[in-house]
Nanobody, 127 residues
Framework: EVQLVESGGHLVQAGGSLRLSCAAS????????IGWFRQAPGKEREGVSC????????YYVDSVKGRFTISSDNAENTVYLQMNSLKPEDTAVYFC????????????????????WGQGTQVTVSP
């Protein structure tokens, strides 16, 4: 059974940092790209970052470049999202998702390209 379990969401003040974790199981980790997405109330789900295990490529939405860093521990089947200099507009439920590496080349931050999803973790950034 495929499982993606997010953790690390919390309430933090603007300018603070959080590290989100996505623990994966039930599939061959090296064959998949893992993406982080977020959804704020009343807004569509937005791709934040992606890491492709086959070549280590990473992608970021413009609004988080220079502040967020995605990384992968393949031995632990876990992907991390280090979030620094957080802003109130980063407030959302953050989800991790997995897709086959081959599907992550054209639109790596498009949620419709992803097959498996976690339940999400809440990140709240206070002003």
């Amino acid at each position: 059974e495929v499982q993606l379990v997010e953790s690390g969401g919390h309430l933090v003040q603007a300018g603070g940092s959080l590290r989100l974790s996505c623990a994966a199981s039930g599939f061959t980790f090296d064959d998949y790209a893992i993406g982080w997405f977020r959804q704020a109330p009343g807004k569509e789900r937005e791709g934040v970052s992606c890491i492709r295990s086959s070549d280590g490529s990473t992608y970021y939405v413009d609004s988080v470049k220079g502040r967020f860093t995605i990384s992968s521990d393949n031995a632990e089947n876990t992907v991390y999202l280090q979030m620094n200099s957080l802003k109130p507009e980063d407030t959302a439920v953050y989800f991790c998702a997995a897709t086959e590496n081959s599907k992550s080349y054209n639109y790596p931050l498009n949620p419709y390209e992803y097959t498996y999803w976690g339940q999400g973790t809440q990140v709240t950034v206070s002003p």
